[in-house]
């Protein structure tokens, strides 16, 4: 049923300001602005929107700048115009539960928000997220999006959301202390894409490598060399990519019919290397003659940091130890040695999140995109099983 709107409920949109010094074009910002009415439950689906010079009036615009924002949102199925009576809202997009709404239409032209967990000046010196939002920059840029960055916590979601209501976001790697955050943006249907993360019950969309098949391709490869004792190296529990790989490891290792030492499974503590009590009980294990013959490192400095230690203690790799790691940044390509490792699909992860953001159709609520393994020369047959 179509319900007229009452004249009082401008007022919505005149707690909107039209920003002069941004270089998103004014129409796109009133469509913007329009859009996040329709989406936020203010003009629900049935419902006359106001007249186009009073949204002119309102937002400080012209109105054939009004009319642009209105006839493109018809255009996408947002409205639908009816001669001699008005324009109404006829679907609500952009939501983020893909089960209930559609998310058929693309959102041009739009603020896109990336929420990282750590200070939005340390991006530069971050690879992996450096090399997310080039793939998103790359994939939004037919759609004239804004890209900004902030440092947002799970605590602060909800609030910061109520402040940017016609923005997208996409956040990048929320750690366990964020998923409450998440669960609340999905309660309140705003559009936000999970990357890097794979939290379960959220009920938001989301984009991330396959952590778990990417540990099996890995232990695939060293028991298919002959590798029976294996250990795992790993760090900052509170991520679920950490998760994912240790279940994936043990899963693994079950599946390729071998046991886990549960002394060989160690957090080091530290994602950029090795905190120094567990190096000691590490350099121990490396001592012993029972030392496992391989190690998985799940993260690219943990894994450079047990390269290191093991040479200094006088073990060649990959002879007498084979090292597969995950990633591979600049940093260890120029390091002296080669690292085996698993590759997350980065660029196609920053595109799909992107997508789904945007609402460009073909994406998938739930996506786990397929590592790869890279043979860089740090694995060999172990020593023990070598032929003489």
């Not at 984009?207 to 590798?227: Q, T």
């Not at 009980?281 to 894994?303: C, D, F, H, N």
């Given at each position: 049923?179509i319900?007229?709107?009452?004249?009082?409920?401008?007022?919505?949109?005149?707690?909107?300001?039209?920003?002069?010094?941004?270089?998103?074009?004014?129409?796109?910002?009133?469509?913007?602005?329009?859009?996040?009415?329709?989406?936020?439950?203010t003009w629900?689906?049935?419902?006359?929107?106001?007249?186009?010079?009073?949204?002119?009036?309102?937002?400080?615009?012209?109105?054939?700048?009004?009319?642009?924002?209105?006839?493109?949102?018809?255009?996408?199925?947002?409205?639908?115009?009816?001669?001699?009576?008005?324009?109404?809202?006829?679907?609500?997009v952009?939501?983020?539960?893909?089960?209930?709404?559609?998310?058929?239409?693309?959102?041009?032209?739009?603020?896109?928000?990336?929420?990282?967990?750590?200070?939005?000046?340390?991006?530069?010196?971050?690879?992996?997220?450096?090399?997310?939002?080039?793939?998103?920059?790359?994939?939004?840029?037919?759609?004239?999006?804004?890209?900004?960055?902030?440092?947002?916590?799970?605590?602060e979601?909800?609030?910061?959301?109520?402040?940017?209501?016609?923005?997208?976001?996409?956040?990048?790697?929320?750690?366990?202390?964020?998923?409450?955050?998440?669960?609340?943006?999905?309660?309140?249907?705003?559009?936000?894409?999970?990357?890097?993360?794979?939290?379960?019950?959220?009920?938001?969309?989301?984009?991330?490598?396959?952590?778990?098949g990417?540990?099996?391709?890995?232990?695939?490869?060293?028991?298919?060399?002959?590798?029976?004792?294996?250990?795992?190296?790993?760090?900052?529990?509170?991520?679920?990519?950490?998760?994912?790989?240790?279940?994936?490891?043990?899963?693994?290792?079950?599946?390729?019919?071998?046991?886990?030492?549960?002394?060989?499974?160690?957090?080091?503590?530290?994602?950029?290397?090795?905190?120094?009590?567990?190096?000691?009980?590490?350099?121990?294990?490396l001592?012993?003659?029972e030392?496992?013959?391989?190690?998985?490192?799940?993260?690219?400095?943990?894994?450079?940091?047990?390269?290191?230690?093991a040479?200094?203690?006088?073990?060649?790799?990959?002879?007498?130890?084979?090292?597969?790691?995950?990633?591979?940044?600049?940093?260890?390509?120029?390091?002296?040695?080669?690292?085996?490792?698993?590759?997350?699909?980065?660029?196609?992860?920053?595109?799909?999140?992107?997508?789904?953001?945007?609402?460009?159709?073909?994406?998938?609520?739930?996506?786990?995109?397929?590592?790869?393994?890279?043979?860089?020369?740090?694995?060999?047959?172990?020593?023990?099983?070598?032929?003489?």
């Amino acid at each position: 049923m179509i319900v007229d709107k009452m004249p009082g409920e401008l007022v919505a949109l005149s707690k909107q300001q039209i920003d002069s010094g941004s270089p998103l074009p004014r129409h796109a910002q009133v469509k913007a602005i329009l859009l996040s009415a329709v989406n936020s439950g203010t003009w629900e689906p049935g419902t006359k929107i106001p007249a186009e010079t009073d949204i002119a009036r309102v937002l400080k615009v012209s109105k054939m700048t009004a009319n642009r924002a209105i006839t493109d949102l018809a255009s996408e199925g947002v409205l639908v115009r009816h001669l001699g009576r008005g324009t109404f809202v006829k679907n609500r997009v952009l939501q983020s539960n893909t089960r209930d709404h559609d998310r058929s239409v693309v959102r041009s032209a739009a603020i896109l928000r990336v929420v990282t967990s750590g200070p939005a000046s340390d991006v530069a010196d971050n690879e992996y997220l450096c090399s997310l939002l080039l793939a998103i920059r790359t994939a939004v840029s037919p759609y004239e999006a804004v890209i900004k960055i902030s440092q947002i916590t799970g605590c602060e979601y909800t609030s910061a959301f109520e402040q940017l209501p016609s923005e997208s976001w996409i956040i990048i790697a929320p750690n366990r202390d964020d998923v409450e955050g998440l669960r609340a943006l999905s309660r309140m249907h705003r559009n936000a894409v999970v990357l890097g993360a794979s939290w379960p019950d959220t009920g938001l969309p989301s984009v991330d490598s396959d952590n778990r098949g990417g540990v099996a391709l890995a232990i695939e490869h060293l028991a298919m060399l002959g590798h029976t004792s294996i250990g795992m190296l790993y760090a900052d529990p509170d991520t679920s990519n950490t998760l994912d790989r240790v279940s994936g490891f043990y899963s693994a290792m079950k599946l390729a019919g071998l046991s886990v030492n549960q002394r060989f499974v160690l957090d080091a503590h530290d994602d950029m290397g090795i905190r120094p009590d567990i190096q000691s009980e590490l350099a121990r294990i490396l001592k012993s003659s029972e030392r496992p013959t391989a190690w998985l490192a799940a993260g690219p400095y943990v894994a450079m940091s047990l390269f290191d230690l093991a040479t200094h203690l006088g073990l060649e790799v990959p002879h007498d130890l084979s090292i597969i790691g995950f990633d591979y940044p600049t940093a260890l390509a120029t390091a002296s040695s080669s690292l085996s490792t698993v590759c997350q699909p980065l660029n196609e992860m920053g595109v799909a999140a992107a997508r789904l953001a945007m609402n460009v159709p073909g994406g998938e609520p739930v996506c786990k995109m397929p590592c790869s393994l890279a043979l860089r020369g740090s694995t060999s047959v172990p020593c023990s099983v070598v032929k003489m």
